[in-house]
Nanobody
Framework: QVQLVESGGDSVQAGGSLRLSCAASGLTINNYRVAWFRQVPLKEREGVACIDRFGNPKYVDSVKGRFTLSKENARNTLYLQMNSLKPEDTAMYYC???????????????????WGQGTQVTVSS
């Protein structure tokens, strides 16, 4: 059974940085598409970034140049490095996995079948 566990969320000031982690068990994360999404209360879950099994990342425009995805195969973990954080980045952040092995990825929630429980990021101005 696939399990995704996020960590690293915290409260920071605008301009600060955080690194979120998504530790996977039950499969090898490097073989599949993985992604980060975020959600604030009363709004739909929003895609942030994704990466395919070949290491090709994709970012939504609002985080390009500020957020970076990486994977550590030895720890079976996906990371999201978030720099220059803004108050509008405040949200619950979720890790998700799509068992597709095809190249490319989409930051569309419906494409991902496995989800973590989330980690809260709060950015104050």
């Amino acid at each position: 059974q696939v399990q995704l566990v996020e960590s690293g969320g915290d409260s920071v000031q605008a301009g600060g940085s955080l690194r979120l982690s998504c530790a996977a068990s039950g499969l090898t994360i490097n073989n599949y598409r993985v992604a980060w999404f975020r959600q604030v209360p009363l709004k739909e879950r929003e895609g942030v970034a994704c990466i395919d099994r070949f290491g090709n990342p994709k970012y939504v425009d609002s985080v390009k140049g500020r957020f970076t995805l990486s994977k550590e195969n030895a720890r079976n973990t996906l990371y999201l490095q978030m720099n220059s954080l803004k108050p509008e980045d405040t949200a619950m952040y979720y890790c998700a996995l799509d068992r597709s092995t095809n190249p490319g990825c989409r930051v569309v929630a419906g494409a991902y079948g496995s989800w973590g429980q989330g980690t809260q990021v709060t950015v104050s101005s």
